[in-house]
């Protein structure tokens, strides 16, 4: 008996023994991992896993931020899946984070703010969150609830808007959550560079030429000042008009360009300036057209044609007629003395979809052209070209000089004849270019400090978009207001020409690196509809059965065992 209660004592002293020595080893363990830092990502398409330049970037964070985020309450499966994948890429920047990085999801629809809904409501709608309609299902039915879909992030007592989800027009909910989910890293970091910007780059919109004016260019204006200083500049043959400028923005001018002002802005490309030109090939009398009906499209001589040429581009002088397009309203008559309006198709307003996936285009919604003309690239040594837009597959191209009339809404389209589609609309080209103004200026010019021409420049690029609409909002003259870049007053759709211009500014100004985060996949994985009514039985028994039966299995199996062990 002595025997046993001694071996039981010696028995109970080894087992404290390895109890204390496992923690040991589990405190030593923790003690050591606390110096390191290393996150693991199983998934396929490491959605977990930040860019390296992001994850620099937020460590280079010095101060605060507070990330307000009103995505939250009971929604429907897809929106409660970018609710989770929006607190998962908070975390990841919060791990990362230096300084603090705290953030709150915060649900204005709670009880608690009854008395101050409205005004919180009409205070994110200032700031510039757009709400969306969202259906829910519930066991009384389908109920509509209204969500704002983003988040308020501060920094260093500055603040901006994410808008978390973007709404595509003719992309189902699933494919715009799962795009606005591969977007989730892309748009937070572009957020926090917004408001961490030092020293910014400064643009110049050329004035002079019949160029658009500060009251049609005003929401793009407004959306470059967030990035950059914004500036109009008259060049009047003055050589160092653009010092001090980084980019220069060409938007529909209307009026030849004059040798000295090309040279300009040919030494400005030279010395490293970047450049986004929207200009059309065609011009047309928007008067006559209205009016009569009719107007005749004859080639737009601005005197850019050699320079650009020289550059590895072309503009043509014809129309890009496509489908999908955008509408116009005709009067069809009178009913009970009021015209009686109606919407048509209009070809020659074409709605491109880039279905590119370089950075500047992916994943961008449906962007609007306005009597736009096809590109052609030349071939021109040590420039990369990319074509960034182009028509549809059912497109064509109509020469000049070119009868625009309204009555073609009257005839239906003929898929036969739209058959000369993805014509480039608009490309990038980057590297050295040379000048055309090389061999050809007498040797004042050439001596001339202040003018320091260079025969060849330094690595640059430049972005050409046929045609000079894609760049101009509308504005109302009897309320002072500008529409927003992209918006269609007949259509009542805000297409994406904002987004797509200012990556393209975001690209030229400051490179890839913000910009390829874009390019990360995140897979769609949506269950067949289909099949799931098919066997929805099936898998529903498979679901409560098997579960059932392995327990049931478990504990024959365990009840086997014990039996034997007792038994012997």
């Given at each position: 008996m002595v025997m046993k209660e001694k071996q039981i004592s010696k028995k109970r002293r080894k087992d404290v023994i390895s109890l204390l020595a496992t923690l040991a080893v589990i405190v030593m363990i923790n003690i050591i991992c606390s110096f390191f830092f290393r996150r693991f990502d199983l998934t396929t398409e490491k959605r977990y896993t930040l860019n390296d330049k992001t994850i620099q970037f937020v460590k280079d964070l010095n101060d605060v931020v507070l990330v307000k985020v009103y995505l939250e309450g009971d929604f429907n499966p897809a929106f409660t899946r970018l609710k989770n994948e929006t607190r998962e890429i908070l975390d990841e920047f919060r791990a990362y984070a230096k300084k603090d990085f705290n953030y709150e999801f915060i649900n204005i629809y709670d009880k608690k703010f009854d008395v101050t809904r409205v005004n919180i409501e009409r205070e994110l709608f200032q700031k510039?969150?757009?709400?969306?309609?969202?259906?829910?299902?519930?066991?009384?039915?389908?109920?509509?609830?209204?969500?704002?879909?983003?988040?308020?992030?501060?920094?260093?007592?500055?603040?901006?808007?994410?808008?978390?989800?973007?709404?595509?027009?003719?992309?189902?909910p699933e494919v715009c959550v799962n795009n606005s989910v591969q977007s989730l890293e892309y748009e937070l970091s572009n957020s926090l560079r917004k408001l961490k910007k030092g020293v910014r780059p400064a643009v110049a919109f050329l004035q002079g030429h019949g160029e658009l004016d500060?009251?049609?260019?005003?929401?793009?204006?407004?959306?470059?000042?967030?990035?950059?200083?914004?500036?109009?500049?008259?060049?009047?043959?003055?050589?160092?008009?653009?010092?001090?400028?980084?980019?220069?923005?060409?938007?529909?001018?209307?009026?030849?360009?004059?040798?000295?002002?090309?040279?300009?802005i040919d030494q400005f490309i030279m010395k490293g300036g970047k450049s986004l030109w929207c200009v059309d090939g065609i011009y047309y009398n928007r008067d006559s057209l209205s009016l009569k009906g009719y107007?005749?499209?004859?080639?737009?001589?601005?005197?850019?044609?050699?320079?650009?040429?020289?550059?590895?581009?072309?503009?043509?002088?014809?129309?890009?007629?496509?489908?999908?397009?955008?509408?116009?309203?005709?009067?069809?008559?009178?009913?009970?003395?009021?015209?009686d309006f109606q919407m048509f198709n209009w070809y020659y307003t074409p709605l491109i979809l880039p279905i590119d996936n370089h950075p500047i285009v992916k994943n961008l919604d449906l962007i609007k052209f306005d009597f736009a003309s096809s590109l052609d690239t030349i071939s021109s040594r040590g420039i990369k070209k990319k074509v960034l837009l182009t028509s549809s597959k059912y497109s064509r191209v109509q020469g000049t000089p070119a009868r625009i009339n309204l009555a073609m809404i009257n005839q239906p389209p003929d898929e036969k004849q739209f058959n000369d589609g993805y014509k480039p609309m608009a490309v990038l080209l980057e590297g050295k270019f040379q000048s055309p103004y090389d061999n050809h200026l007498p040797d004042t010019i050439l001596s001339n400090k202040d003018i320091d021409f260079r025969a060849k420049g330094v690595n640059t690029g430049m972005?050409?978009?046929?045609?000079?609409?894609?760049?101009?909002?509308?504005?109302?003259?009897?309320?002072?207001?500008?529409?927003?870049?992209?918006?269609?007053?007949?259509?009542?759709?805000?297409?994406?020409?904002?987004?797509?211009?200012?990556?393209?500014?975001n690209y030229l100004l400051d490179g890839a690196d913000l910009l390829s985060i874009r390019a990360r996949d995140v897979k769609l994985r949506l269950l067949d509809k289909k099949k799931i009514k098919q066997q929805e039985s099936k898998w529903q028994m498979v679901n409560v059965g098997i579960p059932l039966v392995s327990i049931f299995g478990i504990g024959i199996v365990l009840n086997f065992f014990r039996r034997k062990r007792y038994t012997n």
């Open positions: 510039g969150m757009i709400p969306v309609d969202l259906t829910t299902k519930t066991e009384k039915g389908d109920a509509n609830q209204k969500v704002f879909p983003g988040a308020i992030v501060s920094y260093k007592g500055r603040e901006t808007v994410w808008q978390i989800f973007r709404q595509q027009v003719g992309v189902s500060t009251l049609r260019t005003q929401d793009i204006a407004q959306a470059l000042s967030e990035y950059y200083d914004v500036g109009f500049v008259k060049l009047n043959h003055r050589y160092k008009a653009l010092r001090g400028y980084q980019a220069i923005i060409i938007a529909s001018p209307d009026s030849a360009f004059d040798e000295k002002d090309k040279f300009i107007s005749l499209g004859l080639s737009n001589n601005l005197n850019l044609g050699d320079l650009l040429f020289n550059y590895g581009v072309r503009i043509n002088p014809n129309l890009v007629l496509n489908i999908p397009s955008g509408q116009i309203p005709i009067n069809k008559g009178y009913k009970g003395g009021q015209p972005i050409v978009i046929s045609d000079g609409d894609v760049i101009k909002n509308d504005y109302q003259f009897s309320s002072r207001m500008a529409y927003p870049l992209g918006y269609d007053k007949y259509m009542k759709i805000t297409f994406a020409n904002k987004m797509f211009i200012l990556n393209c500014m």
